[in-house]
């Protein structure tokens, strides 16, 4: 009996001490898992250095994520993708706000906006002044406006200074030398006093008959012309009844 109830207590006793035991408590240490390399610096970099768009499975420590942002906007360029070679991925501009600099973020920002009124932007004509400005007619032709900032006149059709007296039509159909203010003014004169243009030497000149010698500083050209339609004379011209 002695022998039964040692037996039954030397089973009972471990069973009790394991019981009493507190669970094993299981910690990870950190290893070589948590490091990653970076394709481009070629670097072992922290896991939480690395930068990874939701638009592929490519991923870049941050700061060469940065340098790429960066070179993409010295050239202006606002659709920026994965580093990757052939990766057609979209880097976003919020996404990489964290890991740019403000003046990079910024930069990026005002090309963002400048390219979404490209459409509708242009620059004062005059050259002293340059500045630019937006069309937001929606739609309306607008001819005669003023610029907002050195607050002269120009055409907004032809971007140039206003030719006043002169159609755009006609105004572009003029050579770059006759589009001076001077040469568009003595254009207007012509037509109050209805003077017609030599088509030879390009001189305005009034009417003595309904053909006429044109004559030029003091001196004839020897072109003959009708005044009405400003094609060369000949015996057999006719039929102009302007």
Request: with cysteine.
């Amino acid at each position: 009996l002695q022998f039964q109830e040692v037996l039954m207590a030397s089973t009972i006793i471990p069973l009790s001490l394991n019981a009493k035991q507190d669970p094993v408590e299981t910690k990870t240490e950190v290893g070589e898992s948590s490091f990653c390399f970076c394709d481009i610096c070629v670097e072992r970099k922290d896991s939480d250095q690395m930068f990874k768009t939701d638009g592929c499975v490519h991923s870049y420590c941050s700061d060469c994520v940065s340098r790429h942002v960066a070179a993409k906007m010295q050239d202006s360029v606002t659709i920026i993708t994965c580093p990757a070679l052939d990766c057609k991925a979209v880097l976003e501009r919020d996404t990489c706000g964290p890991v740019i600099s403000k003046e990079v973020f910024d930069q990026w920002n005002d090309v963002l906006c400048e390219e979404l009124i490209s459409a509708s932007k242009f620059y004062c004509p005059f050259k002293d002044c340059s500045a630019m400005l937006v069309n937001d007619s929606e739609g309306e032709v607008i001819m005669e406006s003023e610029c907002s900032f050195c607050h002269r006149m120009f055409c907004a059709q032809c971007q140039v200074p206003w030719h006043p007296g002169v159609e755009c039509e006609e105004y572009q159909r003029l050579n770059e030398d006759e589009r001076g203010i001077d040469d568009l003014m003595v254009r207007d004169l012509a037509k109050e006093k209805k003077w017609s243009r030599c088509p030879n030497c390009k001189f305005y000149v009034g009417r003595t008959k309904h053909f006429l010698y044109c004559i030029s500083s003091g001196s004839r050209c020897n072109f003959q012309f009708c005044y009405g339609c400003e094609s060369e004379w000949s015996e057999n011209h006719g039929g102009c009844h302007k």
